[in-house]
Every structure is written in C-alpha cells, then in structure tokens.
C-alpha cells in the first residue's frame, strides 16, 4: 500500500532457507497485486501476480499469498540464493477505476552465503 | 529482444536548463509511464498514457511533462529543472492499463540537477 518512509526494511537470511517477505496494503478495493524485484542498478522486474479472486498463486520456487480481511500480501522465496538479494516491491492497483498502481517502499533481501 | 529503452542513462545537468529524457518500447504496449524513485519513497507516479495523444497525471507531476505521438515512445520533458528533481527515473510499459496488466520497466535514468 502507499506508505512513506525513511528507512528501507531489511531482511537477512541464509542461502537455502525460506524467506518470507511482507506487504501491507491500504484499499480494499484494490483487485490485482504484483511483487517486483529490483537489483541494484537495474529496473524493477516481474516476479509474480495475483488477482483477489484468489489467496494464493505459485511460481517458480515464489508463492504469493493474499488476505483480503487484514489487506496482507506475502511473498514466498523457497531455497533461496544469492540471486535472490535485492529490493522486492509489492504494487497494488486501487481499484480498476484507476487506471494505475501504488508502490510499497520496499523490502531489501540479503541472503548470507 | 523485447525492451523498454531509456536514454540517457545518466545525466547531470544545471538548474534551468531543459532536458528531455528519452523512452521507447518495441512491444506494441498500450500504456506506458513514468515514474521516480528516491530513497525511503519508492516509486512515484509522474504521468502515463494509456494510447497515443492520451496522457493522464500521476501523483507528482509538477515540473514535468510528457508526450505520446507514437505508440514506442513517451518522452520525459523537464523545461526547467530543478534541484529537487534530483532522482533515479523509470519509463515503463504494458499491454493494457497498470490497474489490470504488469508493467515491463527501463534501466533507468539518473538525473543530478545542480
């Protein structure tokens, strides 16, 4: 959801484990959400989507979860690897009256050889 | 290869000297955009387009402005840049509307205006 801050949330975890990255959302209206994956110097990609007809979508070694009743999304990275540090951001679409989406501030990933 | 192209990819440039940042994607998308990113904010909205000749503002737009006379390209005009436009900038795209379709971003574009 839109929020604004100062410091960038910071998560540190060891190659191979689980990592579960967390996003707030702010409309109750909002029907499409989207995680990206921005490395440093690059622009952000597409990691995976979700619509709110569903709570739950698989990707490749990525699960996004969606609770409408508390506005929460998830993002799950099985295994991870060092390719996997980087800043996510999880996008939200206010409602498909509007015709664009708010951006989280972002979680940055570091995985520990 | 299917891309979103932003040139240049680096700039400094001095208060009050116009600049025009260039987008352009080769996959025929509908809507593009632009955004900035500084830090602790994420990314802001400028303006997108949802066809050409149809350009809408986004959540900062002050201070800039943007065309759409091709489907490729959207331009990011500054007439007159100041300091605090100082920032990391983002051209996106898509096939439809952001609301319903993920969006395809540049490399980026980094602007310092002294």
């Known amino acids: 959801g839109e929020s604004v801050g100062l410091h960038l949330p910071t998560l540190s975890v060891q190659e191979g484990d689980n990592s579960i990255i967390n996003c707030a959302y702010s409309?109750?209206?909002?029907?499409?959400f989207i995680w990206y994956k921005q490395e440093s110097g690059k622009g952000p990609q597409f990691i995976i989507d979700?619509?709110?007809?569903?709570d739950k979508r698989q990707g490749q070694r990525v699960t996004v979860l969606l609770n409408k009743t508390v506005k929460h999304l998830s993002l799950q990275i099985a295994a991870t690897q060092p390719g996997d540090s980087a800043v996510y951001f999880c996008?939200?679409?206010?409602?498909?009256?509007?015709?664009?989406?708010?951006f989280g501030p972002g979680t940055s990933l570091s995985v520990i050889p | 290869e299917a891309q979103v192209t932003q040139n240049p990819r680096y700039l400094i440039t001095v208060t009050g000297k116009k600049l025009t940042v260039t987008c352009s994607q080769n996959?025929?998308?509908?809507?593009m955009s632009w955004y900035r990113q500084d830090p602790g904010l994420g990314l802001r909205q400028i303006y997108y387009?949802?066809?050409?000749?149809?350009?809408d503002k986004g959540d900062v737009p002050e201070g800039y402005k943007v065309s759409r006379k091709e489907k490729r390209n959207f331009p990011l005009i500054l007439e007159s840049p100041s300091p605090n436009q100082t920032s990391l900038y983002f051209c996106?795209?898509?096939?439809?509307?952001?609301?319903?379709?993920?969006?395809?971003f540049g490399p980026g574009t980094r602007l310092t205006v002294l």
């Open positions: 996008a939200e679409n206010m409602g498909t009256s509007y015709d664009k989406v708010i």
């Open positions: 996106a795209s898509s096939f439809s509307g952001a609301a319903f379709d993920t969006q395809y």
């Open positions: 979700i619509r709110s007809n569903m």
């Open positions: 409309n109750s209206a909002s029907d499409y």
């Open positions: 387009s949802m066809n050409v000749e149809v350009t």
């Open positions: 996959m025929n998308h509908e809507y």
